[in-house]
């Protein structure tokens, strides 16, 4: 099944995601779509999510929050599919107010049954490229119901750029709830979600998530893109230093953010794209 490119943004979604800096957008692939891709998605993320085996009395705040398995576009046909899918790059090139986007990268976040919450934290706090000019889809592979609920985002922190957090910790928990706290910042949350319902939110957009509860797991998985003309920007730390070796291989400052880890996903010049 081609995931294929027949939904635009509304003006309402576009506007939500230029204001506070995230929307969700129902129902983005059908329960069947998410049918066919689940089983592989949720096969590779069990297999290659790194911390997948920390045993429970060794688990740090990370582990506790999602088992995390990153590329798994480049293990197996189907999923590039499902990343590459045309109906979800035009609605991130469309909130973005880009002509295009190209691939950052993907990563399923399993949160487990009786799972930790997601510390508060910046995603572009890791990336050396502009957090204004990406932007994540996460879609729940399965139903989530409220009692576990999707993310929480802080409205319009996008806006303010790198708020100069710590790296996703209890650290950065408590920096940013203090900060939300004192500044009384409004807080959204999209709440309970059916499989293939998504959010999308900027680099910058400060975001938390509630714990899980039940005994069953919450799977996500989240395709992250940069606007095509992006380009890479000098590291400041060693997360982005990491995150440029891994996901743009070969690219140094001042390149555009274009290897062939970045395909074109919407956009002119879609002959690129790989299959
Ligand atoms: C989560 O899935 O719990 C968090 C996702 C994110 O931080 O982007
Ligand atoms: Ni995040």
Sequence with gaps: MELQPDRAATRDEIRCFREQGHVAVRSLASADEVAEFAPSILEAADLLAWNRNVPPGEQGTYDRAFHQAIGLCWHDEAIRRFVFAARFARVAAELLGVDGVRLYHDQA????????????????????????????????MADIPPEVGSMVFADGTHLRGDMRGPAISDESEGYFALLIAEGALPTSAHGAMQAGDATFHEGWTLHSAGPNPTDRDRPAMTVIYVADGTTVIEPERDEQRLDLALYLPGAVPGDPAATERNPLLWGSGMGEIAS
């Design 109 to 140: 976040l399993v949160k487990r049954a009786g799972g930790g919450a997601t510390p508060w934290h910046q995603d572009a706090y890791y990336w050396p490229v502009d957090g204004g000019s990406a932007i994540t889809m996460w879609m729940a």
